[in-house]
């Protein structure tokens, strides 16, 4: 059914309100997403329905890699001097 309204040009919200208000089957939107673009990687066209036609979908739960250092130096291992603030710069 899922399947026959995509093809109809109906977007997951829509098909997710009508099988709850006419069959009661609860159904999330996100959820046909997710069959569509699974349908995508199978080689099929059902993603061709989808009235926005996006190149990339933001994903979500993964590790941040923003505000990485790399190869840097713990604040306990800096000089004695710093500690002192007798300098501009270590304000």
Not at 2 to 25: F, H, K, M, T
Not at 57 to 73: F, L, P, T, V
Request: with cysteine; proline share 2%; glycine share 6%.
């Amino acid at each position: 059914m899922v399947n026959a309204l995509i093809e109809q040009d109906w977007s997951p919200e829509q098909i997710s309100g009508r099988l709850y208000e006419e069959q009661r089957i609860s159904i999330s939107h996100e959820c046909i997403y997710l069959y569509i673009y699974k349908d995508k990687r199978q080689g099929r066209d059902l993603h061709k329905h989808l009235r926005c036609q996006k190149q990339r979908r933001k994903r979500y739960g993964k590790q941040d890699r923003r505000g990485r250092i790399i190869n840097r130096i713990s604040i306990e291992e800096r000089p004695a001097i710093v500690s002192s603030k007798s300098r501009i710069g270590d304000w």
